[in-house]
């Protein structure tokens, strides 16, 4: 069946320091989300990718997706004490079905 | 900015018994979705619901679970004799009418812990 990995599991960071996580997938993606998890909340939107090796900023955040539309990364520079969090992707089969990575989990040490 | 309700906030119940976890999507919206979160694992997909029936399940999304949505407004789903391993975060989310590859938006969701 479909699986979505996502790397690393967490990821503890200076404030300033940079920071990315990694999605892939076994099979192709119709398209891919990012969310953003505070403890404690629910999941927030924050992107979602399409096209075969669309880069999309937000800010301080870059998002990913490989011309094979199987893996996706998201990327913050000089990551802030607002970040913390937990990052999930979520990856879409056929636009229907959706299947969340496990997750990185940010700190950010002040 | 709208958003999607759910109740209770934090359900327990003994094990066997039925609960019903509600849902209130944002109002113009179609689609809907019930997701599980273990505490500290990822959230999973159970199921999308689209026009009055059941678009996609998963794996997770057995003979124990039904979804219903009873009037224009409440999304339910129902777990018909509940387990242990049942104990998770619920999380309903709904998509506009643009289609099912629009961003979610996730309810602060239902703790449902059994006993």
């Known amino acids: 069946g479909q699986q979505v990995m996502q790397i690393p599991q967490y990821q503890h960071v200076q404030e300033g320091e940079d920071f990315t996580t990694y999605c892939n997938s076994s099979?192709?993606?119709?398209?891919i989300q990012w969310y953003k998890q505070r403890p404690g909340g629910h999941p927030v939107f924050l992107i979602q990718?399409?096209?075969?090796?669309e880069v999309k900023k937000q800010k301080r955040l870059t998002f990913q997706f490989g011309e094979a539309k199987k893996n996706s990364s998201l990327h913050i520079t000089a990551t802030q004490t607002t970040d913390v969090g937990t990052y999930f992707c979520?990856?879409?089969?056929?636009?229907?079905?959706?299947?969340f990575g496990s997750g990185t989990k940010l700190n950010v040490k002040p | 900015e709208p958003e999607v309700t759910q109740t209770p906030s934090h359900q327990v119940t003994q094990m066997g018994q039925e609960v019903i976890l509600r849902c209130v999507p944002i109002s113009n919206h179609l689609y809907f979705y019930w997701y599980r979160q273990i505490l500290g694992q990822k959230v999973e997909f159970l199921v999308s619901f689209y026009n009055n029936e059941i678009s996609e399940k998963s794996e997770i999304f057995d003979d124990q679970f039904s979804v219903e949505r009873p009037d224009g407004s409440n999304f339910t789903l129902k777990i018909r004799s509940t387990k242990l391993e049942d104990s998770a975060m619920y999380f309903c989310?709904?998509?506009?009418?643009?289609?099912?590859?629009?961003?979610?938006?996730f309810g602060d969701g239902t703790r449902l812990s059994i006993l």
């Open positions: 979520a990856g879409i089969y056929n636009f229907n079905k959706f299947y």
């Open positions: 989310a709904s998509t506009s009418t643009g289609g099912r590859n629009q961003p979610q938006h």
């Open positions: 990718l399409v096209k075969s090796g």
């Open positions: 099979t192709t993606l119709s398209n």
